[in-house]
Every structure is written in structure tokens, then in C-alpha cells.
């Protein structure tokens, strides 16, 4: 493991910890913890939060955890991931392989699998598999664009090595402070240096490519949130991403929150202490409704 990816570890496991400090499962979640979906025993593991009481089948979301690409878990993920099903959702929160043990396809092949677990489960967990939504952050919303743009490509999902097609395409997600081009000619750049933990080729421009969500955005791609804020240092990437989707007449919301005076930084949304987390999270949660509403209404 390269000195970034140790350094990235402990320091995002001790900012979490911290983000985390006091919380608790809140009273009105009902919890499933630890369901294997894969071969894997200890990373392919998930977790489905419901609204307590609710007997009805939900809507879903997906999500889709960040860490670039080499930390990360459902653990860190589940006081963020139980906010979004107090908005109503059956929330499906998974962890996944992570680089630089399990290179690049590894955690995609996760993904594929945990839309497949989906589907597949629908009546034991009370999910509306026609309504099946996805959030994902940092490397996660990377992750999750890339995802829908191989479920619409067969040649691109080919290189994946697992089942992707077009009925795992989530019905509309919400990508927050993602990286969607990664340009390895940025020296200094940190999602570029990661790469070299992150590819089997250490990032040559035949994998850059691959792997690049502006380069394989096309029509029929979901209807998608686009979030970034002031203190995201990933900031430049959102507004190419939703100009992007708009000359492709997908339906797309940006959002940029904060500003000078109310920095709020890279992946904001996840810290439950923040009211502007709220806010951001119900802006979202209220997206993935008017889609749905939309679709009935048809």
C-alpha cells in the first residue's frame, strides 16, 4: 500500500470518528445488518434500514460510500444512510472491495452484485424494485456514474467482467462532490495519484479513459441531483458533469451550498450534526419523490 492511501486511512478514520461521536441508531429505524450478497464474507456485506412500522413495500436508494477508492465502510456510512430512510426509503448501505488490495474492476463487480441482491430481494425486505434510486459520494459518486454509464454501454460493461445491463440502471441518482475525469498530467492531483493504488496500470490513458464518466455519458442516463459546496475541493468537477447531462436532455439539478461566508466542505451532507446536511439530504430524498410522482402520474 503506497504512503497516500495509508495517510488517507487514518486520516479520514479519525475526522469520522469524530463526525460520528454520540450518534445512535435513531428510534424510528428498523435495521438489517450484515446480509452477505457476494462470495466475499467480509467485504461483501450490506445493511437495509426501513422507517419502523412501515409494512409496505418503499422506494430505494442505493448507496454508494466514498474514501477514494481505498477506505471506506457500510459502518461509517449507516448514521448518514438511516437520516435518508427518515425521509421515507428503504436505504440499502454495502460495503465493497477496496483498493489497493482489490484493484479496479474489483469494487464495480460489488456494485453490479448489490443491484442484482436488489432485485432479487425485493419481497423479504419490502423493496420497491421499480423504484430503485442511488446516492453516492467522492469516489462513491465516480463509482456510481461510472456504473450507470456501463449498464447503458455493453463494450464499456465488458470490461467490468460481471452482468451489467440495462434493467440494474438505478431510476435516477444523486451524485455529491464526485470526480467524474481524472486527468493523471495533474501531478499533484489527488485523485490522480491515487490511481496508481486504484488501477492495475497504475493509471495509463487507456485506463483513465475507461474509467472516466464524462467520456461515456450518453442519452439514458438517469435523471440525476448534482451536488457540490464552497469547500469541496472537488468543486470544479460538478458543473461540467451537469452541463454535460443537460445537452444530453437528461433531467439534472445542480446544487452548489454554502459560499464565502458558510464554507461547507467535501462531503458535507454526511456529517448528521449539520443542519445544512439535513437540508441537502431532504433536497435529494425530494428529487428521487418528484421522480416518482412523475413516473405515476404518466
Not at 448507496?63 to 448518514?80: F, I, N, P
Not at 442484482?116 to 419490502?126: H, I, L, P, S
Not at 459520494?137 to 456514474?145: E, Q, V, Y
Not at 493523471?184 to 489527488?190: G, P, R, V
Request: charged share 25%.
Amino acid at each position: 500500500m503506497s504512503m497516500l492511501s495509508m495517510a488517507i486511512r487514518y486520516m479520514f478514520a479519525r475526522s469520522d470518528k469524530k463526525r460520528d461521536a454520540g450518534l445512535t441508531t435513531p428510534k424510528d429505524i428498523q435495521r438489517f445488518d450484515d446480509i452477505q450478497y457476494g462470495n466475499d464474507a467480509e467485504w461483501n456485506v450490506l445493511d437495509v434500514y426501513r422507517p419502523r412500522g412501515v409494512e409496505s413495500k418503499l422506494p430505494v436508494i442505493v448507496s454508494v460510500h466514498g474514501g477514494g477508492w481505498v477506505y471506506g465502510d457500510k459502518e461509517l456510512y449507516q448514521y448518514y444512510c438511516m437520516s435518508l430512510a427518515q425521509h421515507g426509503f428503504a436505504v440499502v448501505n454495502f460495503t465493497y472491495r477496496l483498493a489497493p488490495k482489490y484493484k479496479y474492476p474489483s469494487s464495480m463487480v460489488d456494485m453490479a452484485n448489490v443491484f442484482r441482491w436488489v432485485q432479487a430481494n425485493g419481497e423479504k425486505y419490502g423493496l420497491d424494485t421499480d423504484n430503485v434510486f442511488a446516492v453516492g459520494d467522492s469516489a462513491g459518486a465516480h463509482m456510481l456514474g461510472l456504473f450507470c454509464c456501463q449498464c447503458l454501454d455493453e463494450r464499456l460493461a465488458s470490461t467490468v467482467g460481471a452482468e451489467i445491463t440495462r434493467d440494474l440502471l438505478p431510476k435516477g441518482v444523486a451524485l455529491n462532490c464526485g470526480v467524474y475525469k481524472i486527468e493523471i498530467s495533474k501531478k499533484n492531483d489527488l485523485t490522480a495519484r491515487l490511481m496508481k493504488d486504484f488501477l492495475p496500470n497504475k493509471g495509463t490513458a487507456e485506463e483513465l479513459m475507461m474509467i472516466s464518466v464524462m467520456d461515456h455519458l450518453q442519452p439514458g442516463f438517469p435523471p440525476a441531483f448534482v451536488m457540490t459546496a464552497e469547500g469541496d475541493f472537488l468543486k470544479e468537477q460538478a458543473k461540467p458533469l451537469y452541463e454535460a447531462l443537460r445537452k444530453l436532455n437528461v433531467r439534472s439539478e445542480y446544487r452548489y451550498y454554502g459560499d464565502r461566508d458558510h464554507v461547507l466542505g467535501h462531503v458535507f451532507h454526511c456529517n448528521m450534526k449539520l443542519p445544512e446536511a439535513a437540508r441537502c439530504n431532504r433536497d435529494e430524498c425530494d428529487f428521487f419523490r418528484r421522480l416518482i410522482q412523475q413516473e405515476d402520474h404518466k
